[in-house]
């Protein structure tokens, strides 16, 4: 089956740690995107990939980090420099890169800071 | 700061009735639109795009865009219980970066 995978599922951390959550896809996309969700909130897009090696920064980058080694991963670090790390962070890939396609994500992963 | 305005809700439907839900946005250089469904601690699945003015029909979903008016809608007919869940109407614009609303809550009441 073709699909996003994003892991872990529910992710618990102590303030002041970095965490990196994982993103994988085996739908051949050449782009791959990381959003934030908060509780009332429009998705807010975070960074994005148009192809490997390659990233920019989306709406809300301080305080996090990618990077796009492989075209099938795209790994999201949250650093201790992220003022609200607690949200909802989905991944979600195109086939390619521009508004006119199609971007499908996945399950996402909470992640709760305290 | 290009917007994407959509009704909150919560928009109550009776099971088998058209569910209608709109979405207007703030430029006219809006090119994509796209409806994604967010059940409740869920991610976003994509339901529609549409690209140019006119209907696009899928099954029981209908979405119209009027760029004129600058206003998109989704229809859903023969609404189910299992339709129940947030809309999120997006719009692209340009570059690579995709614009979200904030979702309106449809309720089907059995």
């Known amino acids: 089956d073709g699909g996003i995978t994003q892991s872990p599922k529910y992710l618990f951390r102590k303030e002041g740690q970095n965490v990196t959550l994982s993103c994988e896809q085996n739908?051949?996309?050449?782009?791959m995107y990381w959003y934030r969700q908060d509780p009332g909130q429009g998705l807010r897009l975070i960074y994005y990939?148009?192809?490997?090696?390659?990233?920019q920064k989306g709406d809300i980058a301080e305080g996090y980090s990618v990077s796009r080694e492989k075209k099938e991963s795209f790994p999201l670090t949250v650093t201790s420099a992220q003022k609200n790390p607690t949200a909802f962070y989905l991944c979600?890939?195109?086939?390619?890169?521009?508004?006119?396609?199609?971007?499908?994500f996945g399950p996402g992963t909470r992640l709760t800071v305290t | 700061q290009k917007e994407v305005e959509q009704n909150s809700g919560p928009l109550s439907v009776p099971e088998g009735a058209i569910a209608s839900l709109n979405c207007t946005y703030s430029?006219?250089?809006?090119?994509?639109f796209f409806w994604y469904r967010q059940y409740s601690g869920k991610s976003p699945e994509l339901i529609m795009s549409?690209?140019?003015?006119g209907d696009k029909e899928d099954g029981r979903f209908t979405a119209q865009l009027n760029k004129a008016s600058q206003y998109v809608s989704l229809l859903i007919r023969d609404s189910q219980p299992s339709d129940s869940a947030t809309y999120l109407c997006v719009r692209g614009a340009g570059s690579y970066q995709l614009t979200f609303g904030k979702g309106t809550k449809l309720s089907v009441i059995p």
């Open positions: 739908l051949n996309h050449d782009a």
């Open positions: 549409i690209y140019s003015n």
């Open positions: 430029d006219r250089v809006s090119q994509s």
């Open positions: 990939s148009q192809i490997v090696n390659d990233f």
């Open positions: 979600a890939s195109s086939i390619g890169a521009g508004t006119f396609y199609e971007q499908y």
